[in-house]
């Protein structure tokens, strides 16, 4: 039994791992490095770009507020010598005081109103012609905010509101008040407070909307003091939720340090990533806040990644193209010679390895050819050897049972016939040409042992006798004896020794029954009892064929095999015996005994 050959790994699948592992594999890695690196620089360039913008708008609100305080303090060393030369009761009315805040406010472009009160808080203000349309003074918040501060001058004390937001009929506006006491020889006269517009502040945090930036400047408690959102641009309102801004007053107006860094932030109920910002100003009153989503920080990171992945996809998918054709344009001719390696072992010398290739395996291919070409010429003169050897030894074995049937005049062409007419049957029932022939051989040597037997027993015209019969029987065992020595013939021993016996054991010469009779011999029993019931002997004359027939199938189960003589019928009835029926029917007895 050959050993199982072991699964087969195609060439082609290893050649086409190989071609991607040195290509698309280095390809996919260089990428993915790359996109990681450029990815970090983006984001790391996103990052120093926001954290560089907060820093500038924190400056230039530091300098926008330094201004501020500049020009109230420039409007108030104007104006407060002259309020404190006025008389208590003449604030409202004096001339000199009135011109000297239209004056102030002409000079001072951040400051929208104006006013001076006295110790009983009676006095008058001036209103900035380039104000929002409103008047400040009536405001109702900056009223309150200016009760307020004459309260905090009353003690003494200057006063700096937080940024509040004043409303007119063309909107709303954030300003701030500064206020501080009129005195002389530390008496309290009076106030003198102005009114500052904080909308440039807005202004510079619009120029971060177009960045895509939300932008605005918290107070130390988490309140807005401007935004670049439109909708949100009113001095108050909470950002405590917001982590950046958390960050900023974790401080606790102690922030000196720009700092950015990426946080969730919960809105409508979804948890948005974003990149944030915080910038500290005026010495940490005030901070900057700068935010963008992260898609929208990282946005040139991502469209750089999916390009980056679009085209490494692309480029790897041409490679795996390239590597299949490459690894088939390889392996076919190894596939070729595979296909008729195979076929050579499956015995077709015929085959040839159809390969075209200038290569080391198109040398490997007609040297393949040309070893199969002398392996062919040399089976097929083996073949030949072989059938002018199977032949021969045919021929033998005919002549040798061709002399044994001419010691008898009766049973001439017998071992022939009985050779044909296994042969028939063995076909008939479905064994192999292996088989078959061994039937062939068996048949033609069955009566070779009747070469030993006496010329006056084998050619005895009448009946025999006891003795005669006993001497006649001993033709299987002087065969069985003869033809052992040969051991090419040993296959043909079984069917020599019991071609005579019978299932139900009567026959000779070992009385072996059933099964323990091989089916050759019971094909050879069949065909020689049907070729002896069918020829002329000296005790009796031949049966027709139809006749023959009947009476082995009479004896059938009993003495010869139902099988065969059932495939005998079917042999005869699909005309196979014809030519020996008519043979047998032209045919002269040599003897016929009449009564």
């Not at 004390?157 to 509040?164: F, T």
């Not at 998918?317 to 490459?326: M, N, P, R």
Request: aromatic letters at 6%; hydrophobic letters at 40%; glycine letters at 6%.
């Amino acid at each position: 039994m050959r050993p199982a050959r072991p699964r087969r790994l195609k060439i082609q699948y290893v050649l086409l791992l190989i071609l991607v592992s040195t290509s698309v594999l280095p390809l996919w890695f260089f990428g993915s490095r790359m996109v990681s690196i450029n990815k970090g620089r983006l984001e790391t360039q996103e990052k120093v770009l926001q954290t560089t913008l907060s820093k500038s708008l924190a400056q230039q609100i530091q300098l926008y507020m330094e201004n501020v305080r500049q020009q109230v303090k420039e409007l108030f060393d104007a104006v407060t010598p002259l309020a404190a030369q006025v008389r208590n009761s003449a604030y409202e009315n004096d001339p000199r005081l009135e011109d000297a805040l239209e004056a102030s406010l002409a000079e001072q472009p951040s400051v929208i109103y104006v006013t001076v009160l006295n110790a009983e808080a009676r006095g008058r203000g001036a209103q900035a012609t380039q104000a929002s349309g409103f008047n400040a003074g009536s405001d109702t918040f900056v009223r309150k905010t200016l009760e307020a501060a004459f309260l905090a001058a009353r003690q003494g004390q200057r006063y700096e509101s937080n940024p509040l937001t004043a409303v007119g009929p063309r909107g709303s506006e954030l300003v701030m008040v500064f206020a501080e006491p009129i005195q002389r020889q530390n008496t309290f006269l009076g106030m003198i407070a102005a009114v500052v517009t904080l909308c440039p502040l807005g202004d510079e945090l619009a120029e971060s909307r177009r960045l895509g930036l939300e932008a605005y400047i918290v107070d130390n408690s988490g309140r807005t003091v401007a935004s670049n959102n439109p909708d949100q641009n009113v001095a108050g309102i909470e950002m405590v939720r917001d982590p950046i801004v958390q960050k900023f007053l974790a401080w606790h107006g102690r922030a000196h340090l720009t700092e950015t860094s990426e946080y969730n932030l919960l809105r409508n109920g979804k948890m948005i990533p974003m990149l944030g910002t915080y910038s500290p100003t005026l010495n940490g009153r005030w901070g900057v806040i700068l935010q963008k989503k992260k898609s929208d920080a990282f946005m040139t990171a991502i469209e750089m990644r999916d390009a980056t992945i679009r085209l490494g996809m692309l480029v790897m998918v041409i490679s795996l193209i390239v590597a299949v054709f490459a690894s088939k344009w390889i392996t076919r001719p190894i596939d070729h010679l595979a296909r008729a390696a195979r076929a050579i072992a499956a015995r077709d010398f015929s085959v040839r390895a159809n390969v075209r290739n200038r290569t080391e395996i198109g040398e490997l291919a007609q040297g393949f050819n040309i070893m199969a070409e002398d392996i062919q010429q040399y089976i097929s003169s083996l073949k030949r050897a072989s059938d002018e050897n199977r032949q021969l030894f045919i021929d033998s074995i005919e002549m040798v049972a061709a002399a044994v049937d001419a010691k008898d005049p009766y049973t001439k062409g017998h071992s022939a016939r009985v050779s044909r007419y296994s042969v028939m049957l063995a076909r008939e029932i479905g064994l192999n040409e292996q088989e078959i022939e061994r039937v062939r051989a068996s048949a033609t040597l069955h009566d070779v042992g009747k070469i030993g037997v006496d010329d006056h027993v084998l050619k005895k015209p009448g009946v025999l006798t006891d003795e005669e019969f006993e001497l006649m029987k001993r033709h299987t065992i002087i065969g069985f004896e003869i033809v052992r020595q040969v051991q090419q013939l040993a296959d043909t021993l079984p069917g020599i020794r019991w071609h005579h016996e019978s299932l139900d054991g009567s026959g000779y010469p070992d009385g072996i029954r059933g099964d323990e009779i091989p089916l050759l011999v019971r094909i050879i029993a069949v065909a020689d009892t049907f070729d002896a019931i069918t020829t002329d002997r000296p005790y009796q004359a031949g049966r027709d064929f139809p006749s023959a027939l009947e009476i082995l199938k009479k004896h059938a189960g009993t003495r010869y095999d139902p099988i065969v003589v059932d495939a005998l019928h079917s042999v005869y009835e699909k005309g196979h015996l014809r030519k020996y029926e008519i043979m047998h029917r032209a045919q002269v007895p040599v003897l016929q005994i009449t009564s």
